[in-house]
């Protein structure tokens, strides 16, 4: 009985891990496509892209962790919606060759969301 339980504790062990890189990753690939069709939104190279999204993944998970809200714009309605956007025009203050005006984390909120929702899974911790 032991055996099975330390199998199942760690099996979701590294499915944590499996759904924190999944995680990054689907914020990349978002990030990425996001900033392309969002006027006022720039990322500069790779290597930003990918920071901004250890980042916002650092943000999301600690706002569901101490609110229990995902900052989705799909997820928790109006609430969600701002704290897409919010969180979106934060990373900036931690990322280089991050940059995004209000404006367009109003709209990069939009489509991050639209995005997002139509991506298959489910990325929940």
């Known amino acids: 009985m032991s055996d099975n339980q ?3 504790q760690s099996s979701t062990g590294m499915g944590t891990f499996g759904q924190i890189v999944g995680r990054l990753v689907t914020a990349a690939v978002v990030l990425a ?6 006027p006022g939104f720039s990322i500069n190279n ?4 990918a920071f901004a999204a ?13 609110t229990g809200l995902h900052a989705s714009p799909f997820g928790k309605g109006f609430v969600g919606f701002v704290l897409a956007a919010v969180t979106l ?12 005006s209000w404006i367009a984390a109003i709209i990069g909120a939009l489509i991050y969301g639209v995005i997002d929702y ?6 929940k911790m």
């Not at 790779?46 to 892209?49: A, E, K, P, T």
């Not at 980042?55 to 101490?66: H, P």
């Open 6 to 8: 330390s199998n199942i």
């Open 54 to 66: 250890v980042v916002l993944t650092i943000i999301d998970y600690l706002i569901v962790k101490f």
């Open 33 to 38: 496509i996001t900033a392309f069709f969002t």
């Open 118 to 123: 139509f991506l298959p899974g489910e990325q």
């Open 46 to 49: 790779f290597w930003s892209l």
């Open 89 to 100: 025009y934060v990373t900036q203050f931690f990322v280089a060759g991050y940059a995004i």
